[in-house]
DNA sequence: TTGACATGCAACCAAATGGTTGCATATTAG
DNA sequence: CTAATATGCAACCATTTGGTTGCATGTCAA
């Protein structure tokens, strides 16, 4: 779980998941194409990706294909978001009692 | 987006928002307590949360409570973890396609 | 009013992070 | 076979991060 906020943290990261969400299976020479970095900077990234579980690889002969894997994303959904969205509107209404209450 | 990503990815601030998400309202000191670091590193987490407007405070004469703020947490969830669900299943499916496609 | 208490601010430090360069290895095309 | 291609691995570097200590400030209680 926490390997998986930790991956999500970095903008680089969440654009690799981005251009996978967009086209599923790509190779890393593919992901590296419009990254202003390294092809080893981005393979630094996907390692980070594969050890949170978000992604997983295929390798195909001198190629390597990169999958996403959205179970982590769904679990955050579940586990966490979840928990705190049960609590919205009430922590709002107790936000906005106590606001009021230091403005007389 | 990105400052709520980053304040996320410490288990530290993950479990300042969920003693706020048990009891909102907490002054420094309460949530200090059980944190096996000094009082001014946890200012330092605080003050990463507020800036993600994950939390906001009050000042009540010397003391300061904090309240949990839901919205960006729900933003999250409404703008990425959807955005990804929406998918789950078809990437699930090309995912388990091309996992077969390479073991005969 | 004075001492205890709650918080704020700043300098400093070690470790993690995100990136680089250089080279090695394996596969495919010609 | 050989050269080009795709990826892997490791050392190195600057910046960020997460923590510390020390001291300053503001507020409440006796």
């Given at each position: ?18 251009r996978l969400h967009a086209r599923n ?29 978000l992604l997983s690889t295929v390798k ?23 928990k705190y969205e049960r609590g919205r ?16």
């Open positions: 779980m926490d390997l998986v906020f930790k991956a999500l943290a970095d903008p680089t990261r969440r654009q690799l998941l981005d299976g790509q190779t890393l020479n593919d992901l590296c194409e419009q990254m202003e970095m390294t092809r080893q900077a981005v393979t630094k990234h996907l390692v980070l990706l594969e050890a949170a579980n195909n002969g001198r190629e390597k294909a990169h999958f996403l894997n959205p179970v982590p994303i769904n679990e955050i959904a579940e586990r966490w978001i979840g509107l009430k922590a709002l209404s107790n936000l906005k009692r106590n606001l009021e209450r230091q403005e007389p």
